[in-house]
């Protein structure tokens, strides 16, 4: 079953523009990941965020976390073509070797 | 280092075949995972083995679903008597000691 849900579900911005996608969650967590999808490939982890973090970067990455709405946001800065793809944030309940459970997604789709 | 591989990338049956989907993980790592993915479903975690414990098989659809590992390493993922629904990507993940989750490319899964 779905943990919660991404918005929006799809996203298309201007290459050069700033990204942000949104996630939400049900049940208290010990992290939190975030992982892209290119077309017919498998996922590939970008960041994690431990629920005692608020905010973490990790390059053109800036995810945030508040565990009191159960939601966390990912933006991207300084879009590029090559950021076109499905984004997923994932939780597992005990946060350690766990299968993940991962929301719906944003395809996120950067114009020329 | 190579990643994990999963084969056949693409696989086409007919309903009631049997099908046997292999994962090899990276070298070393301790904890491998199934998901499937599919446009109605989304993301959904199927089973996870740890070392040498017994696998967690909670996500699993239905009793025509069953994996293992041998040898702690390559695991397959069979489905006995396919039906329409079991259509999806399977995706296999690996991972040590609970740390981030890596995954294979999947294989393509459609049932005539």
């Known amino acids: 079953s779905q943990q919660g849900e991404e918005d929006p579900q799809a996203l298309s911005i201007q290459e050069g523009e700033n990204a942000t996608m949104n996630c939400s969650y049900k049940t208290s967590i010990n992290n939190l990941q975030w992982y892209r999808q290119n077309s017919g490939r498998g996922l590939v982890h970008l960041i994690l965020?431990?629920?005692?973090?608020r905010e973490k970067h990790s390059g053109r990455l800036r995810v945030t976390l508040d565990t009191s709405k159960k939601s966390s946001s990912l933006l991207i800065t300084a879009s590029r073509a090559a950021d076109t793809a499905s984004y997923f944030c994932?939780?597992?309940?005990?946060?350690?070797?766990?299968?993940?459970?991962f929301g719906k997604g944003t395809h996120l789709i950067i114009q020329p | 280092g190579a990643g994990v591989s999963q084969s056949p990338s693409n696989k086409v049956t007919e309903k009631g075949k049997d099908v046997e989907l292999r994962c090899d993980p990276i070298?070393?790592?301790?904890?491998l995972y199934w998901y499937r993915q599919s446009l109605g479903q989304g993301l959904e975690f199927l089973i996870y083995?740890?070392?040498?414990?017994?696998?967690?098989k909670s996500g699993l659809p239905s009793d025509r679903f069953s994996a293992e590992r041998t040898g702690g390493s390559v695991s397959t993922l069979t489905i006995q008597r396919t039906q329409q629904e079991d259509s999806a990507v399977y995706l296999c993940a690996s991972s040590f000691e609970g740390q981030v989750q890596h995954f294979g490319d999947g294989t393509r899964l459609s049932i005539l």
């Open positions: 994932a939780t597992a309940p005990g946060g350690g070797a766990d299968g993940l459970t």
């Open positions: 965020i431990r629920s005692n973090e």
């Open positions: 070298s070393g790592h301790t904890a």
């Open positions: 083995f740890q070392g040498n414990s017994a696998p967690d």
